[in-house]
């Protein structure tokens, strides 16, 4: 049985509302999926995940992952970072992320790139369209989540989610 998922932080719910609004304006604009808000801090692995929900449920922290600085909005490779925030990897987050990359490294490399994405797909992107938004200068975030994350962006879905206490 093939098991496609990833590890993502979720965005505190006033951060995840203005930011669910940004996905929105711009899939619409270039008509590519919607998907929920978050940074993935470990990405598809093939391995049943319910065998890491007493794993998760050790390392989340007790306190939320606070004002992570949003450094700038850029323009990356289509279509998994088209349009994206660059995060500062501050002391929570490099915390979590570093747990998180010990226990699954294992089953493949994955190279953490602290972002959360805007955009995905195969579209060219018009550099004017980063000024159409003001993104908030830090972000908070307070859970972690098990997520599928096959190829196609609509089937997207969370597993389990883990509230940070």
Known sequence: MSHNWSVWL???????????????FYSKR?????????????????????LFFPFINRVKPKLEIKNVQILNMDIGDPPWKR??????????????QRKIRKKFKQYRDYEFDPHLSLAYGNFTM???????????????????????????????????KFDFM
């Open 10 to 24: 979720l965005p505190k719910a006033k951060d995840n509302k203005l930011l669910e609004e940004y996905i929105t």
């Open 83 to 96: 349009l994206y925030l660059k995060l500062s990897l501050n002391k929570s987050l490099m915390n979590i």
């Open 126 to 160: 018009d550099k004017k369209d980063i000024n159409l938004i003001s993104y908030p200068k830090k972000i908070s975030f307070s859970s972690l989540a098990l997520v599928n994350t096959p190829n196609e962006i609509r089937k997207w879905n969370i597993i389990q």
């Open 30 to 50: 270039y008509g590519s999926d919607r998907f929920l808000a978050h940074v993935t801090l470990f990405g598809r692995m093939n391995v049943n995940p319910k």
